[in-house]
């Protein structure tokens, strides 16, 4: 678990490094794809379905694909034809469902230079070198993999897995005895890049660590509505410039780092391992005292004199996504807001239950493994969370699956945005693809920051 944990983070961090050079150099596209619903959302008993057109780059490849419900069951496999100009991918959706399409590179045609040794169709990994020779494809990779994606009336997906009976018992149990441990707070001065800009490091006492990161807000005298960010995987330095850039815009800000180290340094003593540690085991687990952390985050930030006093939003992507809908539902009246991208976590006992699970990719061959993963998947603090949640999924995303997000905004018990982004993949690898979720994320701060109110815009 430790090695494929290491071989994951290497990844990801490889994979972002590819996606922002795709930026400079888009990779080619052999083939289009047009789905019947522009929208990517249909009934029970329509049909899903795509055309298929060669792209700006004429085809060098034959393809296969293969249809699977929550990129888990196989539904439906075939080749595809473009002899006409065109070929279609349809299967008709027959339950509340993700539909993910798999269109695979098998051969090169003939007349072009030699095939790859490599087995075909089988896909690299980022970060871990193209053994098929492949080139192309939508999946932000570079190896000729293609995949597409739909949802099935999303806002029927249901639990896969109950809800641990005493799962409010434990975090109330947790919060309560946090509770009783004093705060602390030390800050520490830092200059800000930005003119205009008070910073500091924090450093807050917490149920079994320390909670780290940095503090921000405007110089002038007054009081300001708060914004919490949350951090994606990995083990890194924050970006100070960015908290200092939202504070400049009038927030009071806390960056709250992961992990308990000071925000600026690189790796602390944290484990590049970190999601396996206690994996088995809810008392030993790294997410239970992560989560703590970014509760007692909050702890401290209402204590402070120029916070406003009514408004508090979550922000996150990936795990930072997991982390602000996991606090959402631990501290459901104290929190305005909630804006997430591609959140993490959710579905983590996906795979016993034919939907695939992304990351923390805890090992499902493992109960006690699976049984712990449940008092941190955010689907179980979901119907907890008061506040309008503003949430974008990518519909081919295997790293933070569509079905888990979906899932988890279907239990918020209030008003919520579900966010649709079609054509993303997670977004380090098709950063290219998330316009959507800039533009409406970015609208609704302002919003928030000017003392309006989020008004989901819900799908019914």
């Given amino acids: 678990m430790t090695r494929s944990f290491t071989r994951l983070a290497i990844a990801v961090l490889v994979a972002a490094a590819l996606s922002s050079a795709q930026r400079g150099a888009p990779i080619p596209q052999q083939l289009a794809f047009t789905p019947y619903h522009a929208t990517g959302i249909y009934d029970i008993g329509e049909t899903v379905g795509w055309t298929v057109t060669p792209g700006p780059v004429a085809p060098a490849y034959a393809y296969k694909w293969t249809v699977r419900r929550n990129n888990a069951v196989v539904l439906k496999e075939g080749k595809l034809d ?11 959706g027959d339950e509340p469902e993700m539909i993910y399409v798999a ?30 020779g492949y080139v192309g494809g939508n999946t932000g990779r570079n190896n000729g993999l293609y995949a ?11 639990l896969a897995t109950p809800r641990p009976a005493d799962f409010d018992s434990f975090w109330t149990e947790k919060l309560a005895a946090q509770a009783k441990v004093p705060i602390n707070s030390v800050l520490t001065p830092v200059q800000a890049d ?16 320390k909670a780290q990161g940095y ?9 300001y509505p708060a914004l919490i960010l949350l951090q ?6 924050l970006n100070a410039h960015s908290v200092a850039s ?8 806390m960056d709250v780092d992961s992990h308990d180290k000071l925000p600026s340094d690189p790796s602390g003593n944290a484990p590049r391992n970190y999601a396996a540690v206690g994996n088995t085991d809810r008392e030993k687990s790294y997410f239970l005292n992560m989560y703590l952390r970014d509760s007692r985050a909050l702890d401290y930030l209402m204590t402070r004199p120029d916070w406003d006093g009514k408004t508090i939003v979550l922000m996150g992507t990936s795990m ?12 459901p009246q104290k929190i305005t807001a909630v804006l997430v991208c591609v959140p993490a976590g959710t579905d983590a006992n996906g795979d016993l239950h034919g939907r695939k699970a992304g990351y923390p990719n805890w090992p499902s061959d493992n109960p006690d493994v699976m049984k712990t993963a449940l008092y941190f998947d955010p689907i179980n603090f979901a119907s907890r969370i008061k506040a309008p949640v503003l949430a974008a999924m990518g519909f081919i995303d295997t790293v933070s699956p569509p079905a888990g997000v979906w899932t988890a905004l279907n239990q918020i018990p209030v008003a919520k945005e579900p966010l649709p982004m079609i054509e993303s993949e997670h977004n380090n690898l098709t950063p290219q693809k998330e316009q959507n979720w800039d533009a409406r994320s970015k609208e609704l701060l302002g919003i928030l920051l000017n003392g309006g109110e989020f008004k989901p815009n819900e799908l019914k």
């Fill in 82 to 92: 473009l002899s006409s100009g065109k070929d279609k991918i349809e299967i008709k």
């Fill in 320 to 331: 930072g996504g997991q982390q602000s809908l996991v606090l959402a539902g631990l501290r």
């Fill in 232 to 237: 994606y995987a990995g083990v890194y330095a």
């Fill in 215 to 223: 503090l921000a807000r405007p110089m002038k005298e007054g009081k």
């Fill in 148 to 158: 597409v994606g739909a949802a099935v009336a999303p806002t029927k997906i249901g």
């Fill in 246 to 253: 939202r504070a400049a815009e009038g927030w009071l800000v």
């Fill in 103 to 132: 269109i695979e590179p098998v051969a090169k045609f003939a007349g072009d230079s030699p095939a790859p040794e490599a087995t075909a169709g089988t896909p690299a990994a980022p970060g871990r070198g193209n053994p098929t």
């Fill in 194 to 209: 930005t003119p205009g800009v008070e910073m500091n490091t924090f450093v807050l006492d917490a149920l079994g660590s």
